[in-house]
């Protein structure tokens, strides 16, 4: 019988708290968990169907 050697669990970004966003074409509020140290996110409106790269600072 073969003994396997516990293997690491592979490393994700950390997710930071929740941040709240305002989709740019309809105006939705909606929270996401924006992964730590990325300046962009990119999400799709689950409202207007748009996709948007959103920047931490607010613009995009």
């Not at 592979?10 to 105006?27: D, E, K």
Request: charged share 20%.
């Amino acid at each position: 019988m073969t003994h396997e050697t516990e293997r690491p669990a592979p490393v994700t970004p950390s997710a930071s708290a929740p941040v709240r966003i305002s989709c740019p074409g309809c105006g939705r509020n909606d929270y996401v968990r924006w992964p730590a140290g990325e300046a962009v996110f990119h999400w799709k409106c689950f409202n207007c169907g748009k996709s948007f790269d959103l920047a931490r600072d607010g613009g995009h």
